[in-house]
């Protein structure tokens, strides 16, 4: 159902970031996106703090997006928002903000699942970044996910392997806990671990049968580590961080490469395409690019602000279920949990 002039505003509150964004077929016009630093002090993500936070921000952030795209709100031919998975107190901000929204405008409204939009943010209509092929295997590494999927079409993917206990995110920011660096760690492990040995201490890959994942193993395996060293040197961390680093880097990139050389196998599919906060990695980066030459893989890494969590990729699945008339009814409601 595509016009000549498509207009999708996108609405994303899943976690602690408020985004808003235009997207015009396809083509981000704007991105817009508020960061709550409020729960650095905390360690880790404050839900009751992330909504009002975003109760604060939803209306400026949407009002600074229409004005950097340059359109009236009365041009715009839907409204797409995430509808999970996520913290229900920040997504019901965004549902119920889009929702009234798209009411009082009289246009449709398009909900979106956060995982699907990490996906598809490679179908950004974005210059110098090639779109895969169908089928391709998509790896999605986040805070709070950790996936292997088989995506067939647009609509059509399957969870072929995830996380059994921790996200890779998660082990990357409380690895960092473990060695006093503030929130959120991970950045921080992997700015360091370029300057450090990648094998200077070797920890243990976790066994999973599969092609799922564990991380929580390791992150004990770190915590004993770092104990049993400070008792005998109260300075070890200090005088190793960049080695330290390194070496968690290294058994976290390998534990995540293991498993889609095991999926390439089985699947017989090279292409792979990346997403989520973790994919922001320049580790895990550098790493797919050498299998393309090292396996003949075809790689794809997104623009890097499309791998955060942002609303032009929760605008672009917005757009492309547009163009199949799926939209949602006034009754849909917010789901913390939500599968693909």
């Given at each position: 159902?595509?016009?000549?002039h498509?207009?999708?505003?996108?609405?994303?509150?899943?976690?602690?970031?408020?985004?808003?964004?235009?997207?015009?077929?396809g083509?981000?016009?704007?991105?817009?996106?508020?960061?709550q630093?409020?729960?650095?002090?905390?360690?880790?993500?404050v839900?009751?703090?992330a909504?009002?936070?975003?109760?604060?921000?939803?209306v400026?952030?949407?009002?600074?997006?229409?004005?950097?795209?340059?359109?009236?709100k009365?041009?715009l031919?839907?409204i797409?928002?995430?509808r999970?998975?996520?913290?229900m107190?920040?997504?019901?901000?965004g549902?119920?903000?889009?929702?009234?929204?798209a009411?009082g405008?009289?246009?449709?409204?398009?909900d979106?699942?956060h995982?699907q939009?990490h996906?598809l943010?490679?179908?950004?209509?974005?210059e110098?970044?090639?779109k895969?092929?169908?089928p391709?295997?998509?790896?999605?590494?986040?805070?709070?996910h950790?996936q292997?999927?088989?995506v067939?079409?647009?609509?059509?993917?399957?969870?072929?392997?995830?996380?059994?206990?921790?996200?890779v995110g998660?082990?990357y920011?409380?690895?960092?806990?473990i060695?006093g660096?503030?929130?959120?760690?991970?950045?921080?492990?992997?700015k360091?671990?370029?300057?450090?040995?990648?094998?200077?201490?070797p920890?243990?890959?976790?066994?999973?049968d599969g092609l799922?994942?564990?991380?929580?193993?390791?992150?004990?395996?770190?915590?004993?580590?770092?104990?049993?060293?400070?008792?005998?040197?109260?300075d070890?961390?200090?005088k190793?961080?960049?080695?330290?680093?390194?070496?968690?880097?290294?058994?976290?990139?390998?534990i995540i490469?293991?498993?889609?050389?095991?999926?390439?196998k089985q699947?017989g599919?090279?292409?792979?395409a990346?997403?989520?906060?973790?994919?922001a990695?320049?580790?895990?980066?550098?790493?797919?690019?050498d299998?393309?030459?090292?396996?003949?893989?075809k790689t794809?890494?997104?623009?890097?602000?499309?791998?955060?969590?942002n609303?032009a990729m929760?605008g672009?699945?917005?757009?492309?279920?547009?163009?199949?008339?799926?939209?949602?009814?006034e009754?849909?409601?917010?789901?913390?949990?939500?599968?693909?």
């Amino acid at each position: 159902m595509q016009t000549a002039h498509t207009y999708i505003l996108a609405i994303e509150s899943s976690c602690d970031d408020t985004s808003a964004a235009v997207l015009y077929n396809g083509k981000v016009l704007s991105n817009v996106v508020a960061n709550q630093k409020i729960h650095e002090a905390y360690g880790g993500v404050v839900p009751e703090l992330a909504s009002r936070a975003h109760q604060q921000n939803i209306v400026p952030v949407v009002h600074q997006a229409l004005a950097k795209a340059n359109i009236d709100k009365k041009q715009l031919s839907a409204i797409a928002f995430t509808r999970g998975p996520g913290l229900m107190g920040s997504l019901l901000v965004g549902t119920s903000f889009a929702k009234s929204l798209a009411y009082g405008l009289e246009i449709p409204l398009i909900d979106v699942n956060h995982m699907q939009a990490h996906i598809l943010a490679h179908f950004i209509d974005e210059e110098g970044f090639d779109k895969p092929d169908f089928p391709f295997l998509a790896l999605t590494i986040s805070g709070g996910h950790t996936q292997i999927v088989k995506v067939n079409s647009y609509f059509d993917m399957e969870v072929i392997g995830e996380t059994i206990d921790d996200a890779v995110g998660e082990a990357y920011d409380k690895s960092a806990k473990i060695l006093g660096m503030p929130y959120p760690g991970g950045p921080l492990v992997d700015k360091l671990a370029q300057e450090g040995n990648p094998k200077a201490f070797p920890f243990t890959k976790p066994r999973v049968d599969g092609l799922n994942f564990s991380f929580s193993g390791l992150k004990t395996a770190i915590m004993y580590f770092v104990q049993n060293n400070v008792k005998e040197d109260p300075d070890f961390v200090e005088k190793h961080l960049a080695d330290i680093c390194a070496s968690i880097q290294y058994t976290i990139i390998n534990i995540i490469m293991d498993k889609l050389k095991k999926a390439v196998k089985q699947t017989g599919i090279k292409q792979i395409a990346i997403g989520g906060g973790v994919s922001a990695n320049s580790g895990i980066r550098s790493t797919l690019k050498d299998a393309e030459r090292r396996y003949g893989w075809k790689t794809f890494v997104p623009k890097f602000e499309y791998t955060t969590d942002n609303a032009a990729m929760i605008g672009i699945v917005g757009y492309l279920k547009y163009l199949e008339g799926d939209f949602a009814d006034e009754n849909v409601a917010a789901k913390a949990r939500y599968h693909l």
